[in-house]
């Protein structure tokens, strides 16, 4: 399924608006901002995005925080959208959210509705269609050109879709199919059809079906639209795939190529895993290797992304924070002949700086390290997977089944790893995220027992509560990795002075004295870090129990 490309519309006329209304800056910093803006978008027009995002981010930092919100909002808006179109969708979240306070100061309904689209979009990509639902909500509240109110409504069904609400779907779908203002965008308009078509699939409504996908895909080739025509190729496939099994595939063998001509990773693969289900086992078997290598490629390719993007702000931070410290340096120079208060003041301002480098350095080192973690867990489980394919007669059914298994097993633990490392919400959704966090360790062959009557979080400040998540996590990634545990019981209250957290279950234990290693190890420094006590309570073969106090 192809998402709308929503910066286009959303963006037309904005860069005309940037240059008669540039930052409140003297001449030479104008001429500066200019120059960058034509640079960040000649780099985005080209796909170079590394150099995109430097410009932007230069862009930025051109701009004073005071004064020239207006001017900030824009290259922020892009900054996110770089980010989310090379995957690293919790980084774009954080640049959209840090970009809503300016828009504040500053209302332009049009950045706006662009902003609420796009965590919209995140939203539905993280699986939260509800949360997506309520940004849509917003953004079309806000929004009055016609055509972006069609294309609203469209991402609005397309959220219906994704949680297979296939009803609701056509009911929006079909109030757009004869719209007069799509039919004179045909990429729109191509959309909206196709969607239909494959919500009438889901619906087994094959003629209807049918006739919706055709269409779409005849004004795709007209219009030589190739990112859309993938998407048509993909669900006529699915549209063939038990009446004619022979032009299924040759259909998803045009999506994979069309995909790969427009390179459009995410495409690729889910024609190439059409092509792994239902092609013979020789064909299927060479498909999966391309899947493998595709999909460790794009974890490549996204963790450099993220890296790059990371590494580009933090330069940035330093050679300003390196401007700032040398004017600094000259300004309480002078004050400091003046009287010896001033010095004093510049003294306690080198320090503050100074400590903000070593945070940002930390920040920095911590993002470089779960780039390294991401590599290294999914090292083994694709050169199983490998060493399986080569291995294994895939004429067996079981064999598919099991390589397909992998396959889904290598794309949920990346999403694992990132969910494990994203933001804490310390707000009034902490409670409910929090539960849903330690939910995710409960299966059927594991039971979790919760006793948090008295635990009361809005006593706990924001920082303890981004502690007890991640103790309790890592106590429970710990359970899920090695205990073998089939109960675990959890207890959580606080008194007026102290946090307790007890923790006991019913796994395979251990005498090793090296056990505090890797998380259990993570989970004492976190303790000690906020003069918290612990003890470890644990023997082979009768589980494992700990008693966690923290003062308040």
């Given at each position: ?71 900030i909002?824009y ?8 980010q989310s ?19 504040k ?26 949360e ?20 609203l ?56 079906s ?20 993938t ?36 495409d ?61 340096m ?11 208060v ?8 080198r ?18 390290r ?18 399986f394919?080569?291995?294994q ?17 290598i794309?949920?633990?990346?999403r ?24 995710l ?28 998540y ?14 073998q ?19 006991s ?6 005498q090793?004295?090296?056990f ?10 976190r ?14 073969g ?11």
């Amino acid at each position: 399924m192809i998402l709308r490309n929503v910066h286009s519309p959303f963006f037309i006329g904005f860069i005309v608006l940037l240059f008669f209304t540039s930052c409140s800056k003297n001449t030479k910093e104008t001429i500066s901002y200019k120059t960058s803006i034509a640079k960040a978008e000649s780099f985005l027009e080209s796909q170079t995005y590394d150099s995109a995002f430097y410009y932007y981010n230069t862009i930025k930092n051109l701009c004073n925080e005071n004064n020239d919100t207006k001017n900030i909002i824009y290259p922020m808006l892009r900054m996110g959208e770089i980010q989310s179109v090379q995957g690293d969708l919790q980084s774009s979240e954080e640049t959209f959210t840090e970009a809503l306070p300016y828009l504040k100061k500053n209302p332009q309904n049009d950045y706006l509705a662009f902003l609420y689209n796009s965590l919209a979009m995140i939203y539905l990509e993280q699986h939260n269609p509800n949360e997506a639902f309520n940004y849509y909500q917003k953004s079309w509240s806000i929004t009055t050109d016609s055509l972006k109110r069609c294309i609203l409504k469209n991402n609005i069904a397309y959220n219906y879709m994704k949680q297979k609400n296939y009803s609701k779907a056509i009911t929006l779908l079909k109030s757009l199919k004869n719209s007069d203002t799509l039919k004179n965008h045909d990429t729109d308009w191509a959309r909206v059809l196709d969607n239909l078509g494959f919500s009438y699939l889901n619906k087994n409504n094959y003629t209807s079906s049918k006739e919706y996908l055709e269409q779409a895909k005849k004004i795709r080739e007209k219009a030589k639209d190739s990112l859309g025509l993938t998407a048509s190729f993909i669900h006529l496939a699915e549209w063939y795939k038990n009446s004619n099994p022979i032009l299924a595939n040759q259909h998803a063998l045009y999506a994979l190529k069309t995909a790969t001509k427009v390179k459009n990773t995410n495409d690729r693969l889910e024609a190439l895993s059409f092509l792994i289900q239902h092609e013979n086992a020789t064909l299927s078997k060479k498909y999966a290797v391309l899947y493998l290598k595709l999909n460790d490629s794009i974890t490549g390719v996204q963790q450099k992304a993220k890296n790059q993007f990371a590494k580009i702000k933090y330069d940035s931070k330093q050679a300003l924070l390196e401007a700032q410290q040398q004017k600094a340096m000259k300004e309480y120079f002078i004050l400091g002949l003046i009287c010896f208060v001033s010095f004093s003041i510049y003294i306690y301002y080198r320090i503050k700086k100074r400590n903000l480098k070593k945070l940002q350095e930390t920040t920095y080192t911590t993002e470089i390290r779960i780039a390294k973690k991401l590599h290294d867990e999914l090292a083994n489980d694709v050169h199983n997977t490998i060493t399986f394919i080569d291995t294994q007669d895939f004429q067996k059914p079981e064999n598919k089944e099991h390589l397909l298994h992998n396959l889904d097993t290598i794309y949920h633990r990346t999403r694992n790893i990132s969910n494990e490392n994203s933001t804490i919400d310390t707000g009034k959704n902490y409670f409910e995220n929090f539960k849903s966090m330690v939910g995710l360790y409960q299966n059927s062959q594991r039971n979790i027992l919760l006793q948090f009557e008295n635990f009361y979080v809005e006593k706990i400040n924001p920082e303890l509560k981004i502690i007890v998540y991640r103790v309790v996590q890592e106590l429970l990634v710990n359970m899920n990795k090695h205990s073998q545990a089939t109960l675990v019981v959890l207890k959580i209250e606080n008194t007026k002075k102290t946090l307790y957290i007890t923790y006991s279950d019913n796994g395979v234990g251990t005498q090793n004295k090296n056990f505090k290693k890797n998380g259990i190890q993570n989970v004492e420094n976190r303790i000690f870090s906020v003069n918290g006590t612990l003890t470890f309570d644990t023997h082979k073969g009768k589980g494992f129990k700990t008693h966690i106090s923290i003062p308040l």
